[in-house]
């Protein structure tokens, strides 16, 4: 099946000249939702990952699935206050400020070999700051996985540490 299929694009949404890249679809479709996870999950086994994170929220819809697939844990990465016990965390800058990202410090164990899932692959900031959480922790990253990537934002050019695959292409549509 081809998975672009099941991206609707919505025109000038959240503002006018960008073109959302809604996976929705891919979500409502059981078929194309498991294409996606054994995709990601296959890249999990290519590059050695005992490990998958994933960001909330979008980032956990294929994050966990991919886990189940690989057989793999699911650790996930929150916003501040989320998390219950002692975290870690990375700020990073946004187009308009700063956010951070937290992660329970005791939930990736140092020497681990992490694939970081998200839906989409944009400037790469956020997969940025969860490479830099990851290492802090004592791991490091295997690979870094999209189901979407927006090409002409060059998100991958900031995640030069490891292999960096993502399923679905757009470029200045």
Request: charged content about 30%.
């Amino acid at each position: 099946m081809d998975l672009k299929e099941r991206i609707a694009t919505i025109p000038d949404y959240p503002k006018p000249g960008i073109m959302f890249r809604d996976i929705t679809p891919i979500l409502a479709d059981p078929k194309a939702l498991k294409q996606a996870s054994e995709g990601l999950a296959e890249f999990a086994k290519d590059v050695d990952a005992n490990v998958i994170v994933a960001p909330e929220a979008r980032g956990f819809m294929f994050g966990i699935p991919a886990a189940l697939e690989a057989d793999l844990p699911f650790i996930p990465v929150r916003k501040p206050g989320k998390l219950p016990r002692k975290t870690i965390e990375e700020s990073y800058t946004l187009e308009y400020g700063t956010d951070r990202l937290q992660m329970h410090a005791d939930d990736l164990p140092a020497g681990s070999g992490v694939l970081i899932v998200d839906d989409l692959l944009a400037t790469g900031g956020t997969s940025e700051a969860i490479a830099k959480l990851i290492k802090k922790a004592g791991s490091e990253v295997a690979g870094y996985a999209f189901v979407v990537e927006l090409d002409d934002l060059h998100g991958r050019d900031r995640l030069t540490d490891a292999p960096v695959m993502t399923l679905l292409h757009y470029e200045g549509e």
